[in-house]
Every structure is written in C-alpha cells, then in structure tokens.
C-alpha cells in the first residue's frame, strides 16, 4: 500500500484537480437578496516550529474562552441564523412537509422491547405528542404492574436540552442511580431515587460522566469524574450513599491526559472493573464487587502500542487483545493469574477476521465479527467449542449483540436493520438455534421494502484499493447518471459506518435521490489494518477514498457532477471540509454538521476538549512532522480563491466535541476568500450542543432544514 507522503500529496491532489478540472452543470438556483454577514479582521499571529500564519477569525473563539459576556461573538452567530433563515425562507413550506412526513412514519405511542434483569422486566415506552419517554419496569412477569421509574417528559418540562444517561439500578432493585445533562456538554449530575418511596436522595454529584456502577452491599457507588475545564474523563471516584459527594474517595486517577477512562461491572456481577485506554494502549484494573472498600489490582500493567479487554467468565478472564495480532484474538488465564504471562491461546488471530466484541452467557459465547466490510455473529459453545453463525441475506446490513443481561440465559438478544429493513429485535436459542422476531420499527403509512432497491459496491481508490459503498434507491430510479445521489461518510476513530435504516431517508428516495455510504478508510469496516491507514500520517487516504467513491459512482452513472450532494458530521464535517478543498467541482452542495475544520489551532490548545485524547488520532501538532502533515489538509488552513459547492455548515454553540468557533471561523475565512456565486450557510443551535436538539421529533425540524437545502439545489420543491 502506498504510503502518502507530502510530495505524494501534493502529486496526488494535482491529479485530482485535473480529473475534477471540467465545470460541472449545477442545477441553476434563485437565492433571495439577503444581507451577508460579514465577520470582523482581527490578525492573530500563531507561531510555532518557525511557521508564522495569521489567523483573522480567532476572535470567535471569545465565547468559549470568556464565557457569555462575549456578546460581540453571540451576535454575530445570530446574524448567521438570521442570514440562513432568509436564504432557506422559500422552503418554508417544503420545511413543513418534509417535517409532517416525517413525523408521520414514527409511531408515537410506542414501548421498547422489555428485557430481563434480576427478576424485574425493563423497558421504556413513549406516549403521543410527547418528546421524551417514561423508563419503567415489571415485576416477575410482564402482566405485572408497571413502575414508572423516570418520567422523562415530565422531568424535561422548563429545559430546552435534557438528556439522561446511565441509569443503573442496585442489586437489590431498590436504588436507581441516573445522570441529567441539561446543557448538552456531557456532563452529567447524578441522582439517586429510592425505587419504593419515590424520594430523590441528598447525594448530588456534579461533573461526571452520567453512569454509575453499584457494588454488591447497595450503598457503594463508583463513578467517572470529569475535568470542569477539559471535560476530560480524569478520576474514578467511590460514593457511599448519606454522605457528602466532597468526601468522595478517588480510587483512581489517570495522569496520562491522553487516556479516556470508564467503570463498569461484569455481566456475572463478580467485578467493578476499570478501563483506561487511548487509540494505541489500553489498561483495565479490577475489583470484587463484593469488597467496595477494597483496592483495585491491575490486570495487566499498559504495554505500548496494545489494547486489551477483560471478559470475567465463571472459571476464567477472557482477554482480547491486539498484542501480535492487528485483528485482535482472544486470550485466556486464571482468575487468579491475570498477567501476560499467564495467557494462553483461545481464539487465534485471523487476517481476514476483526474480532470487534464478546458477548458472555455462562455456557456460551457470542463473537462479533467482520469480514469483508460485514458484520457477523459467531456462537460458540463453551462446553463442547462448537461454533456457528447467524445468517443474513442481504447484501449490506448491521447486526449487532443486543440489550443481554442474563448471564444464565441460553437465549441471546440481537438487533439487525439494512437500509430497507427497519431496526428489528430477535431472540435467538443458541441451543435449539431457533430464531423469534421481537419486533421490527414500525413505519406508519404504508412502507413496503420491495418498493426499494438495496446494492453493495467496489470503488477502486487511486492507490488500487477496493472500497465498499452500500446504497439504495426507490425502485425505477434511473442509473443515467441524471439521479441526484446523496453520499454519505465519517472515517475516523475506526467507527464503522454500517448501512442502517432510516424511516426519514424515505422523504429523499421517494423524491428520486439514490443514498450512498462511503466505507472509507479511517474507520474498521474492512479491518483494524483499514483505520491504520486512514489516521496520523496517512489520514489523507480518508479523503481521497470519498472522492474516488464519487468519482465512481458519477462513472458507473448513478448520478453526475451536478447532482452529487455529500454529507458528513463532526469528525466527517473534517471529512467535508477537506474533500471541497480537494476537490470543489465534484459536488453539487455539502452539508458539514458539527464539523471539526479547525484542526491546527484545535490540536495545539489543550483546554479545548477531547484535544490530548486525540493525539492518537490526529498527532500531536507540537511535533514538527506531524503539524506539517496536518496542516496540508486542515480545511481551515487550506481555503483558496476558487469556486466551492453550496455549503450548509451546522453547529451547537455549547458543544463539546466540535466548539462553536471552529465552523463560525471556516464559514467567515470561505466567505472572504472564494470566488462564484455559490452560497454558504451556517446554523447555530443556541441551546444545544454535539447531538442537537434533545427530544425525539426535534430533530426533525434539522433533518428537514437539510433535506431542504438540498433539494431546492436539485430544484424540487415539492
């Protein structure tokens, strides 16, 4: 595999811009007169490694750094939403529309699957008209009378955002324990309730992660505190219920800034176990979960460059690990004998084979897998080492170990969904191997998945790789290349971006848009090796692979130049913002959402959050080669004096993942800099953060706004 250096870049992004040097025919759009906002200049001289670059838009970065009182900063990102509003008023109708339609498809009144744990049966259910949801439980038998434990809805009533995260219940399902965002920074408050009574507890604990794990003498719990300024995940701290969070023990505390760190419990209750891990090593520390006031033993001390995990079965430690082996394998040793040197072979490395989870039953084990881009469900059973695999029959799909909290189950829960089959729940008898369908995602008004066509395909990247696309397309979409087609990709952090269903796509296939992803190297769907070669020094094989992927597709005739949209968010608005400096005459319009553009400046200031978490991902821009590296394909750094696609860039002014000021400074310098008559929006959800709006139809007013932008650049308004 061709490794790309500077000068290959360079080589290689001259041959793009010659493949893409013949003007599209764009669909011809009436924009409205609107006052552009126009950002002030203000230089600000960065300077490191002895490159000097100015940066005229760092004063965006006001709010995040002095807090509200920054409102020059404010009313600038409101002239923003102003101006976006005024360009997208002719869609206001289609906005409707395409909102109502969506709406529509959901089931309103709807309840999730119950599952089962310690004699109680959970499960969640949504009521008409409301936006959030009640968690509620049985007793027994699921004729029994139902415990409303969480009444979302009304919690939410006062707050523009609320999220809840990591309800956990004690072991003697009295207690729950549960965390509340209400800024959308992920940064959670946790409570305790007493299940019997009603009453909301005392214990208040603020900065954590939202989860919280209980011991066995349900008084102890153990949570991740985080860092009031980074946000980073820094201390694993015990809580005994009645005292004051202050008093806090902090049982671990990680001081490589670089590490994400969590606590959880094993499946079998035996252990609180605690994960610190960052992209290259990894390091679990354990406890008996009967012992709170213990103290925590290492499992195996951090080895460089290897990941491991920990799976506690009944007479032994599961370990997968990549350590020899780039797909990961599964080790073995005694409960008592944890070190490396006590591991022993149980699942061998296989070059074609990630191994991505485990999922552990007291007589079997439930593999997942991927192999040739695809996911795989392997049973294996502990006693006799038999194994098998669940079938599927399409040619792109997810499937994935479900909500499984038995131990002592035979039964194992899975979901699976394509992108013509609804998110469907199955039970599965790992011994009799009999399958039952649950439940399958109601779509209201009539969806028939024959009406759509489902293809997997190959596109040869300029270093000769193959690299898949999962699509769909209503059926009698022509393949003549005049199709809009709407592509779609993120590839970093070795997500997988799996072909999923989505009732809302349904508003773009039945107005003639074919959907497309891109499984583009950065993320893991064709192996560990797959996201090796699209990070750090090679990460420009990222972008390059999402240009071929639409080169091909506009070769194979499913679409054209003029008619090619892309999408992509956070990490993939990077993804956006790199591909339109690569290449702008390829796509028709772009929508970056959240995206993280600002790459130089973002890396190099270790207040901003998630920064020396990254390191692995991106490198470290105090390193010469790797700042170099990464300012060659920064979106910020790389704007020009060029003609760029229609561009709607969203963003969060509380997020944490992507600040604000990233894509506020990459539209003022695009708007300065290009040239033609392209337009390019930016929206700011002022009350939310990463995720946008907190409730189940809010949302959709963005999915239609997008969907809008889109199509009024197709020139479909109905």
């Known amino acids: ?17 010659t493949s893409c040097s013949q003007q599209p025919k764009r669909s011809t759009v009436t924009w409205p007169e609107a006052e552009i906002p126009v950002a002030a200049i203000k230089p600000f001289s960065r300077i490191i490694h002895s490159d000097t670059v100015v940066d005229n838009y760092y004063w965006l970065n006001d709010y995040f750094k002095k807090g509200p009182d920054s409102t020059h900063v404010v009313k600038y990102l409101e002239a923003e939403n102003v101006y976006t509003y005024e360009m997208m008023k002719s869609t206001e109708s289609l906005q409707a529309k395409l909102f109502d339609e969506m709406k529509s498809r959901i089931k309103e009144k709807d309840e999730s699957v119950p599952y089962l744990k310690n004699g109680y049966y959970y499960y969640r259910r949504t009521d008409e008209g409301k936006q959030y949801y009640k968690l509620c439980r049985k007793k027994g038998s699921l004729d029994a009378k139902e415990e409303v434990l969480l009444d979302v809805d009304e919690m939410a009533k006062g707050y523009p955002y609320f999220a809840v995260g990591g309800s956990s219940v004690s072991p003697d ?24 009574t009603g009453e909301v507890y005392a214990d208040k604990i603020d900065r954590t992660s939202g989860g919280a794990t209980w011991a066995a003498d349900n008084k102890t719990i153990f949570y991740t505190s985080k860092n009031p300024v980074t946000l980073l995940s820094e201390k694993i701290k015990r809580h005994t219920l009645g005292t004051d969070s202050k008093q806090d023990v902090t049982v671990y505390e990680e001081k490589d800034n670089t590490n994400y760190i969590g606590v959880g419990k094993s499946k079998n209750a035996q252990y609180i176990l605690i994960y610190s891990g960052a992209t290259l090593s990894s390091e679990v520390f354990y406890l008996d979960a009967n012992d709170p006031n213990g103290k925590f033993r290492v499992f195996q001390p951090r080895m460089k460059e290897v990941l491991y995990s920990v799976i506690p079965l009944a007479d032994r430690f599961l370990i997968l690990t990549n350590d020899e082996a780039t797909n990961f394998k599964v080790m073995q040793c005694p409960l008592d004998k944890t ?5 022993t072979e149980f699942i061998p490395h296989r070059p074609d084979v990630l191994v991505e989870g485990i999922e552990e039953f007291k007589n079997h084990l439930v593999i997942s897998e991927r192999k040739n881009g695809l996911t795989n469900l392997a049973i294996r059973n502990l006693s006799n080492h038999s194994e098998h695999y669940l079938e599927m029959g399409e040619p792109a799909y997810k499937v994935f170990s479900s909500t499984n909290e038995e131990y002592d189950s035979e039964v194992v829960r899975y979901g699976y969904t394509s992108l013509v089959t609804p998110s469907s729940t199955y039970d599965y008898n790992m011994e009799s191997r009999e399958k039952t369908l649950l439940k399958q995602q109601e779509v209201l008004g009539g969806y028939n998945a024959e009406q759509y066509v489902t293809e997997r395909l190959f596109a040869t990247a300029k270093d000769g790789i193959k690299v898949p696309i999962s699509l769909v397309y209503k059926q009698g979409t022509k393949k003549d290349g005049s199709a809009p087609l709407y592509l779609y990709a993120y590839g970093s952090y070795g997500a997988s971006m799996d072909a999923t269903f989505s ?22 769907e064709m192996g560990r090796q ?4 699209g990070k750090m020094m090679k990460k420009i094989n990222t972008f390059t692979d ?25 990490a993939g608005g990077l993804l956006m913002g790199a591909v339109i400096n690569m290449a702008p005459d390829l796509w028709n319009g772009v929508i970056a959402a959240v995206p993280f553009v600002d790459v130089v400046n973002t890396m190099l200031d270790e207040s901003i959050p998630l920064t020396t978490n990254e390191y692995d991902e991106w490198g470290n821009p105090n390193n010469k080669e ?20 229609n561009l709607l860039v969203t963003t ?18 695009l708007r300065a800099t290009k040239t033609g008559d392209q337009v390019i929006l930016l929206k700011t959800d002022m009350d939310f953060g990463h995720g946008g709006a907190s409730g189940r139809f809010d949302y959709l007013k963005d999915q239609a706004l997008e969907y809008a932008f889109f199509l009024k650049l197709e020139g479909i308004d109905d």
């Open 530 to 533: 797959w996201y090796e070669d």
């Open 546 to 570: 999402f240009i071929d992927c639409g080169e091909y597709l506009i070769a194979q005739k499913y679409t054209s130049k003029g008619h090619l949209y892309a999408e992509g968010g956070s």
């Open 1 to 17: 595999m061709m490794e790309i250096t500077k000068v290959n870049y360079m080589i290689l992004i001259g041959a793009i811009l």
């Open 503 to 524: 009732s809302s796509r349904l508003s773009l296939l039945d107005r003639g848009f074919i959907f497309a992803i891109a499984h583009i190297r950065g993320g893991e």
């Open 339 to 343: 070190g490396k040197e006590n591991w």
């Open 652 to 669: 969060g002014l509380h997020d944490s993942q992507v600040q604000y000021f990233e894509p506020a400074k990459w539209v003022a310098k």
């Open 626 to 645: 790797a700042y170099e590296y990464m300012k060659s394909y920064s979106p910020y750094e790389n704007i020009e004096a060029k003609d760029y696609p």
């Open 173 to 196: 399902n009295k207690l729950l324990a549960y965390g509340i965002d209400t800024v959308s920074r992920r940064e959670y408050t946790l409570y305790i309730k007493n299940l019997e």
